[in-house]
Structure formats: structure tokens, C-alpha cells
């Protein structure tokens, strides 16, 4: 087997053609056993692999730099490049990325994931490469769906004026993640289709070169004429005319005929474009068949091309799409826009539904965002659909273009929070912090698929101005379904009311504080779990409630901490109730790997364990004396103090406390396990008068039909101690701590 002994760019080198049509053949085998196994991007990147081996074969790698844009199709490189033995850990946490990582290989010349990058770094790199007198070859790779991206004819713009090699290989498969639109596509479609212009093209050129004496003086003069005849075979000749020479197209797929342009085109003092023609899923006939499934595949069955996971819910994305399908049914304004992902972001049953009032831009996010607010200012109700990290690149026009003029622009932000294994490009991890900063946006997280409903339904129908609804990639929640409330501006909702501890969760994290309520709840903790569902405006009215009647607060998000929902109530709570401690969860101040996003979850720290572990350090379960001695005259902190010093709440020593006959009761033993007839030390505290008293108890044993036997504390006995008014600072209460401490130290003072 000849892949096996690939280490590099020179064993490449060393093989005949037999050989390479071998490799290709191997590396194609190679791709569908391994990403069947780990899933990634197969189409893409069955489609490059003679590409790829051919840019070995013509280049020195890694002196030469070759960019990649996006990064879908760089799976080849990285066998070439003596990465084969890591593709069984493919985008697994601490695994090889499915992006080109700098950190990860010195063949990776600059990192990738988004889409239209590729010719401006490479520009960038051949105009750092001459000023620092260096001698290499640049070659920026980019799709024929990326170059729908206006970056990328920026790049081309300034790609004109370059006066020393540089190398654009266009890969043009006539697909990308879906089929491609406008102007490009159709452009780049008359050029595969004319054969005949690259033959009258040769003949010209060769014409000119053969007439003796003269022909050099005739080149200027009839280069007008070479020019008419382009413009005759085929209209515009964009590249050519904008100052980047054009070579193509080339079968993509002949390793032979890629190498020998590449040469010609490495000769060339200026930028040069190679147009490319591959197919994409090349060598797999499922992924021929559907290139779009096979973009970004789950774990499949090769030999029949099939998702071994099936799916048994809808995600958030079908809840969107069914409900946006509904909404636009009854509003004929509701329209819908989207950057060339209509099937990842839901649209396509709206495209098929009402296709006059369903809009794919290609890979223009920017674009999107401001027609979008042409539409809302011609009194439509416009819809954007797109990935999290992806409304990244329209933050300008979101602000400029939509906020300032206060349009009703409904942005629906899918793969918000933790994606997974695309890893730190694809992380939807910064959305609430880059739209919260804008006066008059509007942010919504749903708790379930249900609320999901609800806040489409509010955005389309009641709410003026503009909106963001963001929710996570997978599997929607389909839990706390009885909380089903009309959304109303600026609202959140408490979902279980308890008493020490209050959650404040938004979005996906409202499941996972539920998770924790239900351990802490089976430790005895009593506490509260509320919806913020707003991140802007944040609902301080409901975080006046949870402040004025809990010692410890913790706000929970999937977005990064910094800018995000957290901070702005810590900092409220904090000013307004200095004794209540507030714990803020969420992601740290960092880019985050790709992995499996439960793996991620954990590692960060906002998993359920995580966060009661957070808790327990921040004073939740356990203090130490000092944090005792710390503790206020309030009495929720002298609760919180008792019970984190292992006092035990409660008539029958359970670890919430509770009123009886208006009275708090503490004890250091644990009445459900300690013997009858047992005396222990009883501490009460009277909240009406702010009086505390130490007694003596005796634990019995009591017996109610249908219930069964429990133990309960004896009525007080005689008093023991002192009472202080709660008024009087920490004195208040410090004195009883010292007696109920010696009492349940020495029994000797029991009567």
C-alpha cells in the first residue's frame, strides 16, 4: 500500500504516475473509513485529492504556503503532510482539528474555518514575503462558493497591483455547502462550458510570438484585438480584466496537466489565477449523488452511505423552520434570507413553500443583513437565519444598517453556544456580547422547543425593531414543557420557587440549572430556578425578586462571560444587595477547541457537576470558620453560615430550613439518623423579634398512619444561652454561634 509510507511532501515526489494514480485511489478509501468512523468533511475533500497531490508534486512544501479557504477541503494536505496516523481522533477534544491549525503543523500555513479569507491572507503573505527579501511560492485555494464572498473581490481588487508571483487556484466543483447563486455561478458556468476559448487563446498567443521581426511591436497593438476576441468567447472575462492573468479551466482531476499550469503559472511576476474543474465527492458514489449531506457528514455506514444516528426528536433548527413555515403562512410580509445555508439554518421547506419570498444571497452575510433591512423599511417582516458565528462578519451592518434606523429585522441565530467539533471558528460562543452592546437591540434564548415557538411567534407578530433569537445546534429540550407562558417584552419567569439558593438561567443553561436544582434538591437544598429568556433587556424586576430573598445567587449562560448576561446582574445585585454572593457561570475568556460539545462542556465547567462544584468552593455547601466570622447580621446569611458549617435546618433536621409557628430552628444532629431519646443542642430564631435562643432537645421517634415512623425534636426543654437583637451587627448572632457551638461540643451542660 503506497499511503502507508507517504511522510511527506518528498515521498510524493518519488512517484511515478502509476503510483500516484494509486494514491489517489488509497486516499479516497482512507477519507470514507475514517470520517464513516469520526464524521467531518468528506464531499469536499474527495473532490481535491489530485488537486492536492498535484500542488505537492509542483511546489516545495512547507516553504511554499498553500491557504486553504474555509478549510472543508484540507483533509488530503494534512495525510500528505505525515498526519495520517491522527485521523482516528479527526475534531475529537485534543484530537486533529478538521481545520488547517498553524499550531497544530508547519504545512498549515494560516488557519481557516470561514469562508472567502483565502485570497486576501495570501496577499497579505506575498507582500510580506518581498518585503522581507524572502523567496517562496503563495498559493491561496479557494472554492467557487467562496468566491461569492465579497472579501474575496476585495482581495482580487488589490490582487491587480501585485508585482511579483502570486497564485489563486480557483476550485470549482458547481457546489458548495448548497447550490450556488447569483451573477459568480453563472459566469464561472459559461466559462466550463466553452472549451473553445482556451484553444483560440493558445493559437492567438502563438501567432503573435511566431511573426518574425515585427511581432514584438505587434503585441501592443493588437492586444486590444486578443482582448476583443476574449470578450467575443466570453462576456466580461472578469478576472482578466480586473489585472489577474487567467489559466483554465483544468481538469481537476488530472494530476499531469495541474502540475504542468501550476508551473506556468509559478513563471508568472504578478497574481495569476488557475481555474480548476473537480467534482465534488469524487470516488463515492452516495456522496456524488448528495454532496450537500455529504458536506458535513455524521458518523455513516460506508458501504451504503447511510447516518448510522437516527433522529429521534427534532432540533432547534426543525422547530424553527416548522414554525417559521406556520408564521408565514398566515403573514404574507414575512420573508425569509439566508448566506447560502439553507438547509443547515431550516429554510428549505420555506424556500419550497413560498419561493418568491425566500432569499439566498451566497456567502455574503453582510449583504443579507442589510437587504434584509431594505425589506423592513419597505414594510416587510424579514427573517435572517444564520449560523452564530457566521452574523460575526455583518456586525457592522446589524448596527448601522438595522439598529440605528431601528427596523424590524428578526435575526435568528442557530449553533449559539458550544458547536463542538468544528471547533474555535465555528463556536457560537460570542453573539450575546457583540449584540448586547447595541443600544436598541432586542436578544432572546429559548429554555425549550416550546418557548422556541413562543419567541418566533413574539418576534413575527408583536415585537417592533430589531431582535435576535438564539438557540443551540442539536436536539431541542424538551423538558419543563408545563412552563408554556406568553411571552411578554422584557419578562423572564420563575419556574420553581424555594428559598437559599436561586438559579438564574438563560437559554440552554436553563436545563442544566434544572439538572442541578434536582441534585441539590436530594442533598436538601431548597432552591429556585427562574427563565431569564431575555438577555436584552435584562429583567431586573425579576432579579430584585431572587436578590431580596436568596443569600446566594447564580446566573448561568453558554455565551463567554465577558460582555456577556452574567455580569451586567452581578453588578446590579452586587450595588443594590452587597450580602448576597453571586456566582456567574459561563464560558471563560478564551477561543474553544473543537470536541465533542459534552466533553467541552465539562472541561469548561458548566456541566451540572461543574457548577455545584463551583458552588460548594464559593460557599454553597461548605464554609470554613473564617467565612463563619465573614457572615452578616442578615438573617439569610446567618442561615447560610449555619448550615455551611454542617448545622443541620429544620424540626427534623433536614438541610432546608423551615418555619414553624414563624420560627427558625437549627440543630447539629442529624435527627433522621440519630437515636431516639438522644438530647443535642436546639438553636431557634425568632425573625419578628430578631431573638436567638440555645435549648436543650430530646430526639423521639413518631409515628402518623400512611406515613410511617420518623424522628422529630422534642419540644424545648429549659433555655440555655443567651438572645441578642438581630439589629445589632454580627454581635447579634456570634454570641449564640459560641454557645450552640460549645453546646454541641459538651454535653455536660444537658440537663
Known amino acids: 500500500m503506497i499511503l ?74 494534512k495525510i500528505l ?46 507582500q510580506g514575503r518581498d518585503l522581507m527579501g524572502d523567496d517562496y511560492a503563495v498559493v491561496s485555494v479557494i472554492g467557487d462558493g467562496a468566491l461569492t464572498g465579497g472579501m474575496a473581490y476585495e482581495a482580487l ?108 503559472a509559478r513563471k508568472m511576476n504578478h497574481a495569476v489565477l488557475v481555474h480548476v474543474i473537480t467534482k465534488k465527492g469524487k470516488g463515492y ?19 451504503t452511505g447511510k447516518v448510522l444516528k437516527k433522529k429521534e426528536y427534532p432540533s432547534y433548527t426543525d422547530v424553527f423552520s416548522k414554525e417559521l413555515c406556520m408564521q408565514a403562512a398566515k403573514n404574507p410580509k414575512i420573508v425569509a434570507v439566508t448566506a447560502a445555508m439553507p438547509d443547515g439554518t431550516g429554510l428549505k421547506p420555506f424556500k419550497k413553500q413560498f419561493p418568491d419570498r425566500f432569499f439566498d444571497v451566497g456567502i455574503a452575510e453582510q449583504h443579507a443583513v442589510t437587504s434584509a433591512a431594505g425589506m423592513a423599511a419597505a414594510g416587510m417582516k424579514p427573517v435572517v437565519a444564520v449560523y452564530s458565528s457566521f452574523l460575526q462578519r455583518g456586525f457592522d451592518q446589524i448596527l448601522h444598517d438595522v439598529c440605528i434606523q431601528n427596523l424590524s429585522v428578526v435575526f435568528a441565530l442557530d449553533r449559539a453556544g ?23 437591540m432586542t436578544v432572546m434564548a429559548p429554555k ?56 438564574l438561567a438563560v437559554g440552554s443553561m436553563v436545563s442544566t440549572a434544572e439538572h442541578i436544582r434536582d441534585k441539590l434538591k436530594a442533598e436538601g437544598f431548597d432552591c429556585t430556578l427562574a427563565n431569564g429568556r431575555f438577555i436584552k433587556p435584562v429583567d431586573y424586576r425579576l432579579v430584585e425578586r431572587l436578590a431580596s430573598a436568596h443569600s446566594f445567587l447564580v446566573v448561568l449562560e453558554e455565551n463567554v462571560l465577558q460582555g456577556g448576561y452574567g455580569l451586567p446582574v452581578k453588578a446590579w445585585v452586587q450595588e443594590r444587595y452587597p450580602d448576597v454572593k453571586v456566582l456567574t457561570v459561563g464560558l471563560p475568556d478564551a477561543y474553544v477547541e473543537h470536541g465533542n460539545v459534552s466533553v467541552l462542556r465539562e472541561t469548561l465547567g458548566i456541566d451540572s457537576d461543574s457548577i455545584i462544584k463551583a458552588m460548594r468552593e464559593a460557599g454553597v455547601s461548605r464554609l470554613d470558620s473564617g467565612a463563619l466570622s465573614n457572615a452578616t447580621s442578615h438573617s439569610s446569611d446567618v442561615m447560610a453560615a449555619l448550615k455551611a458549617a454542617g448545622i443541620y435546618l429544620g424540626a427534623m433536621g433536614a438541610t432546608s430550613w423551615s418555619f414553624n409557628s414563624n420560627m427558625l430552628y437549627w440543630t447539629t444532629a442529624d435527627i433522621a439518623n440519630t437515636s431516639s431519646g438522644t438530647k443535642v443542642p436546639v438553636m431557634r430564631y425568632n425573625p419578628s423579634s ?26 424545648e426543654k429549659s433555655q440555655y444561652g443567651a438572645s441578642a437583637q438581630a439589629g445589632k451587627e454580627k454581635q447579634t448572632y456570634e454570641n449564640a454561634l459560641k454557645w450552640f457551638d460549645a453546646a454541641s461540643r459538651d454535653s455536660s451542660w444537658i440537663e
Open 81 to 126: 503532510s505525515g498526519r495520517r496516523e491522527m485521523f482516528s481522533d479527526l475534531r475529537q477534544y485534543g484530537g486533529l482539528s478538521g481545520f488547517p491549525k498553524r499550531k497544530e503543523s508547519p504545512y498549515d500555513a494560516f488557519d481557516t474555518g470561514h469562508s472567502s479569507t483565502s485570497i486576501s491572507a495570501g496577499l497579505g503573505m506575498a
Open 285 to 303: 458514489a452516495p456522496a456524488e449523488k448528495n454532496p450537500a449531506l455529504f458536506h458535513g457528514i455524521e458518523p455513516f455506514d460506508a458501504a
Open 418 to 440: 458550544l458547536v463542538g467539533s468544528d471547533g474555535e471558528t465555528h463556536q457560537g460562543i460570542f453573539d450575546l456580547s457583540y449584540l448586547t452592546c447595541i443600544p436598541n
Open 4 to 77: 502507508e509510507h507517504i511522510e511527506g511532501p518528498w515521498d510524493v515526489k518519488s512517484l511515478n504516475a502509476e503510483e500516484i494514480t494509486v494514491l489517489a485511489s488509497e486516499i479516497r478509501q482512507f477519507l470514507i473509513d475514517k470520517i464513516s468512523v469520526t464524521g467531518g468533511h468528506l464531499a469536499s475533500n474527495l473532490g481535491v485529492v489530485e488537486l492536492t497531490i498535484a500542488l505537492y508534486l509542483a511546489f516545495d512544501l512547507p516553504k511554499d504556503k498553500v491557504i486553504w479557504d474555509v478549510g472543508h477541503q484540507s483533509y488530503t494536505h
Open 448 to 503: 425549550n422547543l416550546w418557548e422556541l415557538r413562543r419567541e418566533l411567534e413574539y418576534a413575527l407578530n408583536e415585537h417592533e425593531g430589531p431582535i435576535a433569537i438564539r438557540y443551540p445546534r442539536g436536539q431541542a429540550y424538551r423538558g419543563l414543557k408545563e412552563f408554556d407562558s406568553p411571552v411578554e417584552y422584557g419578562k423572564g419567569e420563575i419556574l420553581f420557587e424555594g428559598r437559599e439558593i436561586a438559579l
Open 157 to 264: 481588487n488589490n490582487a491587480a497591483h501585485m508585482k511579483k508571483n502570486f497564485i489563486i487556484v480557483l476550485n470549482d466543483n458547481n457546489m458548495s455547502i448548497s447550490e450556488n447563486v447569483g451573477g459568480m455561478s453563472r459566469y464561472l458556468g459559461g466559462i466550463r462550458s466553452n472549451v473553445k476559448y482556451n484553444n483560440l487563446k493558445r493559437k492567438v498567443s502563438d501567432s503573435l510570438s511566431r511573426i518574425p521581426v515585427v511581432g514584438e511591436g505587434l503585441v501592443d497593438k493588437i492586444s486590444r484585438t486578443k482582448n476583443s476576441i476574449k470578450q467575443l468567447v466570453i462576456p466580461g472575462m472578469l478576472f482578466e480584466n480586473m489585472g489577474v492573468t487567467y489559466l483554465g479551466p483544468v481538469d481537476g482531476h488530472n494530476v499531469k496537466e495541474l502540475v504542468k499550469v501550476f508551473r506556468e
Open 690 to 715: 430578631g431573638t436567638y435562643t440555645v435549648w436543650s432537645a430530646t430526639v423521639t421517634q413518631h409515628t402518623e398512619p400512611g406515613i410511617g415512623t420518623y424522628n422529630v425534636i422534642e419540644k
